[in-house]
């Protein structure tokens, strides 16, 4: 198999908060970036379509030459991966891989909560999937799980009112819902990878001993950790520091809205999926 760059898939935008702490971490790979943002949002479709969807996505990265790939929504995660691991990766081609952010994500609850209480802020799909709960479960039965889906906070990043004074009302509202249902919660995990974009909203309505679990640096220390221990897949990931950029949306909207999240300007093409 040829060498290639490592794949991120989104829905939209918010892959570009993971995809910037993997590049801090690993900044000498070569990355593709995909979001298919005239299909987003996935967190409200089903589950037959998220996959369809996520499945299309993964053949055009591996098209482009990827051997491996990172779901980088937290939605394609819960709904598509274990499918497109166990029935589609064995058909493609089974020396490639495609990795989530959920697992690596889970993993770092454990060594910071202390009262075994953690809650999870997520799209309504994400919460509905009960993904956070079955994986903390798996590594950690004892851990009590309490979700909140908080519908709003993605179209206050996606239209720039992530900073404004409009945003409280909504996020105040989640944080005191969640509160609610458990007060002795003490790590929260913003299961959605536009979240780290209200995370400065988010601490000002949260009591200062309630830790913030953003994905982003988590799932690049994943990563990093997976690559060591592969050295057969980090050997298929060129390294020249590189990065690309794809839409199925307009090249210009994305490069604006990309702009937000990576504070950068950036070059994009448009594809098609289907």
Request: with cysteine.
């Amino acid at each position: 198999m040829q060498q290639g760059a490592i794949g991120l898939f989104d829905s939209g935008y918010g892959g570009l908060t993971i995809l910037e702490e993997i590049r801090r971490l690993l900044p000498q790979y070569d990355y593709v970036y995909l979001g298919d943002n005239a299909r987003t949002p996935y967190g409200t479709r089903s589950y037959e379509v998220v996959y369809e969807f996520t499945l299309q996505a993964v053949k055009r990265l591996f098209a482009e030459g990827c051997p491996l790939i990172i779901l980088a929504c937290n939605t394609a995660s819960a709904k598509a991966l274990r499918t497109i691991q166990q029935n589609d990766l064995p058909k493609m081609d089974s020396r490639r891989r495609v990795l989530g952010i959920i697992r690596p994500t889970v993993e770092s609850v454990a060594g910071l909560t202390r009262t075994n209480h953690v809650g999870v802020f997520g799209t309504q799909g994400t919460i509905q999937s009960e993904s956070y709960p079955l994986e903390i479960h798996k590594l950690f039965p004892e851990i009590v799980v309490t979700g909140e889906a908080c519908p709003m906070w993605v179209p206050l990043v996606e239209n720039g009112e992530y900073d404004s004074p409009g945003a409280d009302f909504f996020i105040r509202k989640n944080v005191d819902s969640i509160l609610k249902k458990d007060s002795l919660i003490d790590t929260l995990i913003l299961g959605c990878t536009h979240y780290p974009l209200l995370e400065n909203k988010i601490r000002q309505y949260l009591p200062e001993k309630i830790k913030i679990v953003s994905q982003g640096k988590y799932v690049a220390a994943g990563l990093a950790d997976y690559l060591k221990r592969h050295p057969e897949m980090d050997e298929l990931c060129t390294k020249k520091a590189s990065v690309r950029f794809y839409t199925t949306e307009s090249e210009r909207k994305f490069a604006d809205m990309a702009s937000v999240f990576l504070k950068n300007e950036i070059r994009v093409k448009r594809l098609s999926l289907e």
